[in-house]
């Protein structure tokens, strides 16, 4: 009756290959030169014809902003147009009297562009819109609202414009 059983690793020991066959055997994936595509051609030349098809393999090639947004995405009146009806059915927009009070920022838009052309009257209120796009609104008998933040931005700027203005104005009657 056998009491202990000696470890086949114990036998082994000297053997070098510790009975895994090639002595460079048995050492995970540092075996086949490491994981994925690594030693595909940095170095050995056997191995670029797989790799030359994948023109971006080699090198480095721009980059990508995570977790960036577009912080005023747009909407065109032609899509406004299109989407009233639904959009009052869901209580996105108000109807009142003739005119269509849209919010929006409620829609998940920034900014008014001009594309398309208003049928109705529309009440838009907005962070920014194009001037097209406010002179078309206003021509259908509309209006378009730029919210707080914004327009007081816009107002400074025209106000520093008029400034310069009339300094230039001042210094060539001198």
Not at 21 to 32: D, F, I, L, P, V
Not at 37 to 46: M, N, P, V
Request: glycine share 14%; aromatic share 6%.
């Amino acid at each position: 009756m056998p009491t202990n059983k000696r470890k086949k690793n114990s036998r082994m020991r000297g053997s070098g290959s510790h009975g895994w066959g090639s002595k460079k055997s048995h050492r995970g994936t540092g075996r086949k030169g490491g994981a994925g595509f690594s030693g595909t051609g940095k170095r050995a030349d056997q191995m670029k014809p797989l790799i030359w098809k994948n023109k971006e393999f080699f090198g480095k090639h721009g980059f990508y902003p995570h977790g960036s947004k577009q912080r005023n995405p747009a909407v065109n009146i032609a899509y406004i147009e299109e989407n009233l009806e639904k959009l009052l059915k869901e209580n996105l927009i108000e109807k009142n009297g003739d005119r269509y009070i849209i919010d929006l920022k409620k829609l998940g838009f920034g900014k008014l562009l001009a594309e398309g052309t208003p049928k109705h009257k529309l009440v838009i209120t907005c962070e920014s819109a194009s001037s097209s796009a406010e002179e078309k609104i206003t021509a259908a008998g509309g209006e378009v609202l730029i919210s707080g933040a914004v327009l007081a931005k816009k107002l400074k700027s025209e106000k520093q414009g008029t400034k310069e203005i009339e300094e230039g104005a001042g210094e060539e009657e001198e």
